[in-house]
């Protein structure tokens, strides 16, 4: 009964295929080996993006911090939800690879809204020189407490950056899972909104370690590759960083877990739900953030559940105490049900 | 026959055999499972250091760089050779992750010599706080022309660095081959000459991409811990770098491969000695340089040998042109011979 | 009647003098002059601190940021004041000078409590090396909005960050202006109360562009020396830094134009709120927010009373818009009457 | 008889008397002033230069890093003499204010030569994203070791530049005394060469503390005025600095005290000529180096002399020392024959 994240959990058996295969004598190193060239292609059809420039990397903190350094400046600010990963998650990875921006934080739970977002970029004004300078707009999707925006969200989002005439990075550590949530291509979870560069995660997804940055204006290419060597984060051996990519589009098995790994977490919502467990998202993906009283979390924990309280650990026996659980592709159904059944008796 | 680099053929097959074991249910993240654990510990008893540090990355370039982010300041300047891969192959990433300390280069091909080195560290004095301030000394072993530095040669260097109360990283990319033309251990060729920080490198002998970096003094621990995260470089899926590093270390493979690569090498000095080629460097390890006139070059790349001109391509046809041989783990005394046997072909 | 800057007034006579006093002859330059170890002595004796080390800077930023880059770490957040000149008004210097670090926002107006203050504190803790780490507490005192922490609201803060042992920077500005209002010496104001690092500022009173940084902790001031010269901070003809500070210092100049600033802004406080105008701030110091409609603003403005509307200039006649009145050492009660005057007929 | 510096004598008493002018009133802050506005106009009108975007720094150093920071990228390497200013006597603040550039060292004394540029450029190719990537030339003049690059000379150096697309900054700490010492305006001396930054120095030549620096192509201004902001250089009180950059312009001040210091200079080179001392510079402007025996010199210093000595202090008695003499505008005749006299009586 292992909730406590998606990047716990075993990586698909064709990821393992797809890295025997390629382990066949020599390939040229840095990309220029003929599965990159090949999967990078395939991702520009699977983005319906013919020009766009695409560059794997094995973690989504690089993935997000090398977008966030080709579409910003060091005196600029970049606007994202106070929940946002880059803000709470990644060390102050985005100002060092930035060389200095600042993160200005947009309030509202894990959804920026367009009026949030508007106030946001019209409180960094009328300061000339001395304030930081608008910079881009970053949306994650699936959003950090499991809530998936809306393509009209999105939108709105998008809209609001370009009438400033900014750039917008698309954290996707969970892309795939919204995708899946809100049955679109990934074309109308990106460009077609007004994304700028978007992060294909893979991770988070049943594979070792690749998220695929898509960008979209190829002017920006050349920078984010010297941009990445520079943050040490060109690997030689290439090949395998792509095979693990190709497994992930063939047959569109990307699409495939995310699906399974939402459909697991709705079936978990649904038996909560019916149990009458105050549900604090919306739950349209495979994240669920849930609230018990600490001793029933104890209890279940003592169980053999596995999942992370979000407030701190000590405190009153019944102060209700919230928790998330994701479901990664990996997770079974007779899971989901067996950790039911441990709260149902645990109430 | 393909010698152009080791990070071109395939990885060892008991690492894709490790990765399949390691694929077993839910683990830990971020280098907190028992597999990353255990891996760690082993590295400790391999160095001999039951104190170190040790961390996995997944790039030589990171390794490096992470290295030298603590055990130097911004307004420091790090002592290496002038043909060392942190300043001629690592695209500013040293400047980078230093907040942007400067490289000093020795001369004197791709060892720096005590005299050089010393001479390079009195150069930075007498101006104050208007020069750079000296900083560590980075040492790479294999260095970047094949050669091998003796370990008596790496204690005059770690000396006259001590003698300055300076740091020494060592650069270990090939870790491997250069303990296997010394026919020492890890601990001889690190911490008891005086190394600090030094970097056992899996990408270049046999691993998909896992370098670890050994920190003697573990005071220096948590801030690279930090740095490791704000550089993006910090694994969610961390056992799956554990694992191959597990497969480098099960019966000394490491050990293993590196005497393979080296002795093909050797096999190949051995046949270019007797053609009469010219020979650049004394090849104690698995590179080689060699001289031959343009055109002879060439004819060897048309028909099929794989390798990398170190001068520019264009030039009179009879130029002796420097190119280099690397022989990977997987290279064959057949491939070796054949090779030969067109070198002897073409003069 | 110019009340919109504190630095747009002219600099007192006696500077001038001194400059011209010190322009005699040849003098070691990069502060190694006789003036400025004599005036780097006196700043010792002021502040109580015979082991304090003390720089002079030409502008307050630079005071700010460098003090900070030797207080925290590029992977550390600095705790400020959601209305911290370092935050709004500096665009991105302290992310600069330190290397990449953040700021975290303390909310309430532009004091913290003790309260927030801890609460902000608390909440970057349990990510362990994901989010950033706790790094210093900068406290302005005299205030953004014009308000002035008293000595125990000082020392609450500063507990907070003892408890968590973090390193305190006090952004002094208006130093002097607060000293003055709080009538207690510089030492109580500073390192009595746990201050590390004080900017004991010039500029806003008097000066050219002078700003003594005071280091508590001599342990920290090489560093500081270096990165003020990586800064491009270190004057060469640094003798007439110390001339303007030398007459700051002479006869407590810094203290009577302190004085005498904030005597002036409470004459204007008293007039408005004989007049009812409401106003934002307490107004212990030389600076005073208020309320007016619109309309009655731009028929002051019209009249010749220069001063900054903080709201946005557009909107409707009758809204109320906050403003801002400084008032500098040369500001002359018959400005003042006058502008009380505009006012009264305005209204 | 001081002549360890052209950063150690007294400003010009005209500097001091624009102060006082300047010293009247209210003015707008960081550099809205009139005065500003009027000095900045001046100097494009110097430069012929109508579209130029001119900006007041007080250090030096601030010019030259901020120059370099608009005309290169992290990722690039920076090309300059190894003598260079910003090498060597500037403790990384290139580095940092780019970013993290390297700079790469081209050899020959202080100037460097079109062959010895080319070939230093020539040498950063080859390597794709794993080198640095080319980046500005900077040129400086009058040069660290006192020589003067001809016209002739700089407009070699920037045809290379040019060829390979690379943009130039011009190093003018002593720009006026190259001016007069090649009798040239100084558009001759920058734009009209390909220079796209040029430093127009005032500390070392009568100022307090005052640089100019002039981008010829105004789309690179609003990036300098952010950078300047974000590194701390923007003063509030702005006015003095422009102040000071009156006097320098009224009348061509900085010609006239260059022309004084550069014939200082030369008198001084006629002396010690005349008593046959080896000297190593060609000196047409006003820094001059010698050699003398270690004992000579310490004679001299004994007697009052101030200077320099660029080689080690310690060493045997007669060993030839290389030593720098300076002088400024206030430098007079009387001191240099006294200081002939005593030269010539050690000897």
């Known amino acids: 009964m292992f909730f406590a994240s998606d990047n716990s959990g075993p990586v698909h058996p064709t990821v393992l295929d797809a890295l025997t295969r390629a382990n066949d004598g020599y390939a040229k190193s840095y990309g220029a080996d003929d599965l990159t060239v090949s999967v990078t292609a395939q991702i520009r059809d699977l983005f319906e993006a013919p020009d766009a420039a695409v560059y794997l990397v094995a973690t989504g903190t690089a993935a997000n911090v090398l977008a966030l350094s080709v579409l910003c400046q060091p005196f ?46 019209e409180g960094e004004e009328n300061r000339g020189v001395h304030g930081p300078q608008r910079g881009a707009v970053s949306i994650t999707n699936v959003a950090e407490l499991g809530n998936v925006y809306s393509l009209a969200e999105m ?88 095979a693990q990519m190709q497994a992930f589009l063939q047959d569109d098995l990307w699409r495939d877990l995310a699906n399974r790994s939402n459909a697991t977490c ?31 979390h104890h209890t279940l924990l003592a169980q ?35 950790f039911l059944k441990l709260v149902e008796d645990a109430l």
């Open 155 to 242: 939108q709105g989002l998008c809209s609001v950056a370009k009438e400033y005439n900014l750039p917008v990075h698309l954290d996707g550590a969970r892309f795939s899972q919204a995708c899946a949530a809100l049955q679109c291509t990934p074309a109308e979870m990106s460009w077609k909104l007004g994304v700028d560069v978007a992060v294909f995660g893979g991770t988070k997804n049943g594979l070792m370690g690749v998220e695929a940055v898509v960008i979209f204006d190829p002017k920006r290419a050349r920078e984010f590759e010297l941009r990445r060597k520079r943050g040490a984060h060109l690997f030689s051996k290439h090949r395998y960083l792509a």
């Open 304 to 338: 053999g559940a596995v999942y992370i309280l979000m407030d701190p650990e000590t405190g009153a026996d019944d102060d209700l105490v919230t928790a998330r659980l994701v479901c990664d592709w990996a997770q079974t159904h007779e899971n989901v049900d067996a």
């Open 76 to 121: 600029e600010t970049v606007f994202c939800s106070d929940r946002a990963h880059i803000h709470e998650d990644e060390c102050n990875a985005p100002e060092f690879y930035t060389g200095g921006a600042k993160l200005t934080l947009v309030p509202g739970g894990d959804r920026m809204s367009p009026v949030a977002l508007r106030k946001a970029i």
């Open 266 to 296: 709705s079936r978990l919502f649904d038996g909560l739900q019916r149990l009458g467990i105050d549900i604090v998202t919306e739950v349209p993906a495979n994240l669920l953030f849930f609230r018990l009283p600490r001793h029933v």
